[in-house]
């Protein structure tokens, strides 16, 4: 009895020491975005004779990205509506109007992440809340990691990344001119963060 209470005494000890000297789990790193190097673009259906491509020329967030385990991974990103521009001034500014996206009432779009899951071996599936027009709902991000690497001009860690996404614009109450301009939008979004 005394020999078995040795031992497992010797066993908890030697576990508590493992447990001790294991490395920590690596936490999330954070990462600033590279507004140099990122497009937040959509384009928009015309009456079924052209495609108009627009972009956001401005945005802001914060990522936290965890290689090892990418679900505990989060993004957070907001765009002002002002920003919006379809190289086109008179479009731009009827696309800012209530009729749209209505800038004065809603100033922001913004994405939060609520789940990140790897479906790849470079490829994730980034669910979050999505608001416009003062509406959120769901919407998934199908993301390519493109590359993950010191950026060879400053040494400094940079991921890269590709998503995709398609929003249906009358789920969040912009209704005009819908089915003569397209209610769904396709969505592309390139961009590099640095580590920080």
Do not use: C
């Amino acid at each position: 009895m005394i020999k078995r209470f040795a031992l497992a005494a010797v066993a908890a000890s030697a576990l508590a020491g493992a447990a001790l000297t294991a490395p920590a789990q690596a936490e999330p790193a954070a990462y600033a975005f590279d507004k140099s190097h990122a497009n937040v673009t959509f384009t928009v259906n015309h009456l079924g004779f052209s495609t108009v491509h627009g972009r956001f020329n401005d945005f802001d967030g914060t990522l936290m990205l965890d290689e090892e385990n990418p679900s505990a991974s989060s993004v957070s990103v907001t765009i002002p509506v002002e920003s919006l521009a379809t190289f086109w001034g008179p479009r731009d500014e009827h696309l800012k109007s209530p009729d749209f996206f209505n800038a004065a009432a809603n100033p922001a779009i913004t994405f939060a992440s609520t789940s990140v899951e790897k479906t790849g071996d470079m490829t994730l599936a980034v669910t979050g809340d999505f608001t416009l027009l003062g509406v959120t709902k769901p919407v998934t991000l199908d993301v390519t990691v493109t590359k993950i690497a010191p950026n060879p001009m400053s040494g400094t860690k940079t991921v890269g990344f590709h998503a995709t996404t398609t929003i249906k614009r009358t789920d969040f109450g912009m209704n005009t001119f819908v089915p003569a301009i397209s209610d769904e939008v396709p969505v592309v979004i390139d961009f590099e963060a640095t580590a920080q």
